[in-house]
């Protein structure tokens, strides 16, 4: 455990918060808050909610909104407090207060507390062993019956050219965070191949086209923690 909090601690997206959302914004035309905030629809009041990796909190705001009882965690202490700012300026989110957690997802050890678990444009920081080594502690921490949400880049689909198209969309974002936070370079990952790996079942897949045309460069993907037998 003490090697991966080490490997998980060195990235670092203090520096990139102030710019973080807008960026995205602008670089995905509002899908990717898009795919982030869908996964509100499938959440249910007084559920216990976990952003890890919760970055500028857009997706925790629409959840506290509908009465959720969120724990919000990151590892960069300027997109936590731009997660806790939006929230509780909002004078029509829940009146559960939700909790803010500065720290890594690895020490974060409530096994089988939470019901719902959003890893949205998390997972992709980490080169692979990592990211399954991630993935499997969040399995931990959802209930039996819980379920993960993951909003993220799409595989890439249609045609040779629309592929490359995608391919090259996403190794900018992927190149530019490598430069500026220090995450790891690797191809888009295929999240429900992994599912079965740490103990999950993949359950639903939502598309989000880009330009609402053509094959869908993002995705929203859930997998279901089964009940104990």
């Given at each position: 455990?003490?090697?991966l909090?080490?490997?998980t601690?060195?990235?670092?997206?203090?520096h990139?918060a102030w710019f973080?959302?807008p960026?995205?914004?602008?670089y995905?035309?509002?899908?990717?808050k898009?795919?982030?905030v869908?996964?509100?629809?499938?959440?249910?009041?007084?559920?216990?909610?976990l952003?890890?990796?919760?970055?500028?909190?857009?997706d925790?705001l629409?959840?506290?909104?509908?009465?959720?009882?969120?724990t919000c965690?990151d590892l960069?202490p300027?997109?936590?407090?731009r997660?806790?700012?939006?929230?509780?300026q909002e004078k029509?989110?829940?009146?559960?207060?939700?909790?803010?957690?500065?720290?890594?997802i690895m020490?974060h050890?409530r096994?089988?507390?939470?019901?719902v678990?959003?890893a949205?444009?998390?997972?992709?920081?980490?080169?692979?062993?990592l990211m399954?080594?991630?993935?499997a502690?969040?399995?931990?921490?959802?209930?039996?019956?819980?379920?993960?949400?993951?909003?993220?880049f799409?595989?890439?689909?249609?045609?040779?050219?629309?592929?490359?198209?995608?391919?090259?969309y996403?190794?900018?974002?992927n190149?530019?965070?490598?430069s500026?936070?220090?995450n790891?370079?690797h191809p888009?990952?295929?999240?429900?191949?992994?599912f079965?790996?740490?103990?999950?079942l993949?359950?639903?897949?939502?598309?989000?086209p880009?330009?609402?045309?053509?094959?869908?460069?993002y995705?929203?993907?859930t997998a279901?923690?089964?009940?104990?037998?």
């Open positions: 455990m003490k090697e909090l080490g490997r601690a060195r990235y670092n997206y203090n990139t973080y959302q960026l995205a914004a602008l995905s035309a509002g899908v990717i898009a795919s982030k869908a996964q509100v629809e499938y959440m249910q009041a007084g559920e216990r909610v952003y890890a990796g919760v970055g500028t909190g857009e925790a629409e959840a506290a909104r509908k009465g959720l009882r969120l965690i960069s300027a997109m936590l407090e997660t806790r700012h939006i929230i509780e029509h989110s829940s009146a559960v207060r939700p909790e803010f957690i500065c720290g890594d020490q050890d096994f089988e507390r939470y019901d678990i959003c949205n444009y998390f997972l992709n920081v980490f080169a692979e062993p399954v080594d991630v993935l502690h969040l399995t931990r921490l959802l209930k039996p019956g819980g379920r993960l949400m993951i909003a993220d799409a595989l890439p689909q249609g045609n040779w050219l629309q592929k490359g198209l995608h391919t090259l996403y190794r900018i974002a190149t530019f965070y490598w500026l936070s220090g790891d370079l888009i990952y295929d999240y429900p191949k992994y079965t790996k740490v103990g999950l993949p359950t639903a897949t939502k598309h989000f880009l330009l609402r045309r053509g094959p869908a460069w995705w929203s993907v279901t923690k089964p009940q104990m037998q």
